[in-house]
């Protein structure tokens, strides 16, 4: 068997509105017109996934769920495609993610869940390569489209969220500032894609 390059796990992390889904999706659509089939786009909470569909009845109020049952839900959606995840990295695949275990340790603790107790369900989960955190003004993500439809999407909860984010910065995270036009933020994306470092193989989630 011929060894090939890995591909990259890229996570895309920051606020309500801050464009990650706009640009997760404009990363894998570029990656795949340069050469297809060499990226998915994979959003969390993935929603056709069946623990995906609990937390979307709880997102859409038709059922209500303990902080701590949401949360595992979160973690647990993650699991059921950590596998394909796995696979798609060693066939050489990029792996884009639109938002991960950071957005679940960041709105469970700010609504008060213990660090210790809210990190401990998504370790062994694959450690992204790098971790874009997309940074926007409230003034700008409250012009944005959208905002307020479901819940959780409340100023008070993205500012929690905020603190406790940035609190979560680590080593594979870079900031992009997500004020700019669509455009801006998407070359700001491709040139950090375009430095990750691939020799280092995979590593998983400690604690
Ligand atoms: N959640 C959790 O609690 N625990 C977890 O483990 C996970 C998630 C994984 C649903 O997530 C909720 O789940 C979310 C966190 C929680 N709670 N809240 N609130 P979601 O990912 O499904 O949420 P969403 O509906 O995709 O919204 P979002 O992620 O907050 O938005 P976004 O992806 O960052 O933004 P966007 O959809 O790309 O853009 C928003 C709008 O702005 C849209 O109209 C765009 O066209 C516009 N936009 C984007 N970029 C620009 C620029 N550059 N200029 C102008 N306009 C722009
Ligand atoms: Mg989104």
């Given at each position: 068997m011929t060894s090939q390059r890995r591909g990259v796990l890229i996570v895309f992390e920051g606020?309500?509105?801050?464009?990650k889904s706009t640009q997760a999706k404009r990363l894998a659509d570029f990656l795949n017109s340069q050469n297809e089939g060499s990226a998915v786009l994979q959003a969390?909470?993935?929603?056709?996934?069946p623990f995906g569909q609990v937390i979307d009845r709880y997102l859409r109020r038709e059922i209500d769920l303990s902080e701590r049952a949401l949360h595992l839900a979160f973690s647990a959606n993650r699991w059921e495609k950590e596998q394909m995840i796995r696979d798609k990295i060693e066939q050489g695949i990029d792996v884009i993610c639109d938002r991960y275990c950071y957005s679940g340790v960041a709105y469970s603790l700010a609504k008060g869940l213990d660090e210790n107790w809210v990190r401990?369900?998504?370790?062994?989960l694959p450690r992204p390569d790098v971790v874009l955190f997309f940074e926007v003004s409230p003034e700008v993500a409250r012009q944005r489209?959208?905002?307020?439809?479901?819940?959780?999407?409340t100023e008070t909860i993205q500012q929690k969220v905020a603190k406790k984010m940035e609190e979560l910065r680590a080593d594979n995270w870079k900031s992009v500032?997500?004020?700019?036009?669509y455009d801006d933020v998407e070359l700001a994306v491709r040139k950090i894609y375009s430095e990750i470092d691939r020799t280092a193989p995979l590593t998983s989630l400690e604690k």
């Open positions: 606020l309500d509105r801050s464009g969390f909470p993935e929603r056709s996934e401990q369900s998504d370790i062994g489209g959208g905002f307020g439809e479901e819940r959780l999407e500032n997500a004020d700019g036009s």
